[in-house]
């Protein structure tokens, strides 16, 4: 086996980690920052020059940042509260959680109290859902099966697989019962779980226009569910500096 990074070195790896430990990082989209940095069609056409270092902030990025003490910790409700003020962009941002645990290879069933503006479309394992796949054609985000129908899976685990979507015993998804699966999964139980080969976790808990009791309850369900197996954690929306949360553990 290969030597562990630590998690100083996983967390400098991607700007996309950078916001787990660094509260500055930002979440957007590459059509936002291109048009909020005034890049023109013609600029985009020109010779490309050589990257400048370090990262260069705009002046609204800066005067919300300015809002957030870098040395606290928030509680969930004033951390999302924050998060909510400190949203930048036009449109409705998604809200999403950022956790370094202690180790990869984590997963940890998980219920949410509240929708996250997000609707799971659940399918059960058929012949006919297996020859849309084979066609290309996926219109589902989880796939359940009865344990039976695992030697016509087999043969499309080479697409199934890389997408998370191969059902699997341990997260509910390979079972006897596929019908009570999809009502659950369906309710909103989902498997979260870490990033292949860093100790980190990303996980959606709502959007900006949700109430913030609600996403604040969904925020402290993450908590408890990851009690002892998370070091830190901030949230972020779409356009927001991330914000570092208290821990009760």
Request: glycine letters at 6%; hydrophobic letters at 40%.
């Amino acid at each position: 086996m290969g030597s562990k990074r630590n998690t100083n070195e996983v967390i400098s790896s991607t700007d996309e980690i950078k916001i787990v430990a660094d509260p500055d990082a930002v979440v957007a989209t590459e059509a936002d920052a291109s048009s909020e940095e005034g890049v023109s069609a013609e600029t985009a056409e020109a010779p490309k020059k050589k990257k400048a270092t370090g990262r260069v902030r705009t002046a609204k990025y800066k005067a919300v940042r300015a809002q957030v003490d870098k040395t606290k910790k928030y509680p969930p409700k004033a951390a999302l509260e924050l998060v909510k003020k400190l949203h930048y962009a036009k449109f409705d941002g998604t809200i999403t959680a950022h956790a370094v645990v202690r180790e990869a290879g984590i997963s940890v069933p998980l219920t949410l109290p509240h929708s996250t503006g997000k609707a799971l479309r659940v399918a059960i394992a058929t012949d006919e859902i297996l020859a849309d796949v084979k066609d290309g054609k996926i219109e589902f985000d989880i796939l359940v099966a009865h344990p039976s129908f695992m030697p016509k899976l087999a043969r499309f685990a080479p697409v199934l697989g890389p997408k998370g979507m191969m059902p699997n015993p341990k997260n509910g998804t390979l079972t006897p019962n596929p019908e009570a699966a999809k009502k659950k999964l369906e309710a909103g139980t989902v498997t979260i779980k870490t990033e292949k080969k860093a100790p980190l976790m990303h996980i959606r808990i709502g959007k900006n226009s949700m109430d913030t009791a609600e996403l604040t309850a969904n925020l402290e369900t993450l908590i408890k569910s990851l009690k002892g197996k998370v070091l830190t954690m901030a949230v972020a929306s779409s356009m927001s500096p991330g914000i570092k949360v208290e821990l009760d553990q």
